[in-house]
């Protein structure tokens, strides 16, 4: 099985609301072997797929009933890809990839209201910072 994301723009997280952490959730919901290996491809092998990696192994915890800690995957994977994750909203992303595919989970109506409005607030979250640190470079280059 292959997926293929073309709307995630290089060091940044893609802007496209829900779609994305949609397409990169659904991958968990195939018939792929839960002991199969994955590929993740980039550019560069850091933020995007860093991201990806730490949602992956978020969504393996989810999926083994463990409560994943976000930070201490980071940690893991950066320890092994340096770079992995470039941006803080790359970090905040591979928060909301695995909250996405708890939806399909959670059978509490409340419950899942609740996580439908964390994720929309960490995806504006993200969407600000992001736009915040594109201001920023775009200042540094006029400098």
């Not at 994305?20 to 993740?40: M, Q, Y």
């Not at 560069?44 to 992956?56: E, L, Q």
């Not at 979250?125 to 640190?133: L, N, P, Q, V």
Request: aromatic share 8%; with cysteine.
């Amino acid at each position: 099985m292959m997926e293929i994301c073309d709307f995630w723009p290089d060091a940044k997280i893609p802007t496209v609301s829900g779609r994305p952490a949609i397409t990169a959730a659904s991958v968990f919901e195939s018939d792929i072997d839960a002991e199969a290996s994955i590929g993740v491809v980039s550019n560069f092998g850091a933020g995007r797929a860093g991201s990806f990696i730490v949602a992956a192994l978020a969504i393996e915890k989810l999926r083994a009933a463990e409560i994943p800690n976000i930070r201490d995957l980071a940690v893991l994977v950066r320890n092994q890809r340096p770079g992995a994750i470039e941006t803080f909203p790359q970090y905040v992303f591979s928060h909301i990839i695995p909250l996405t595919y708890s939806l399909k989970h959670v059978m509490s109506a409340t419950l899942k209201a609740k996580v439908e409005k964390l994720i929309s607030q960490l995806e504006q979250f993200a969407f600000e910072k992001m736009t915040e640190d594109d201001d920023d470079e775009e200042e540094d280059a006029t400098d």
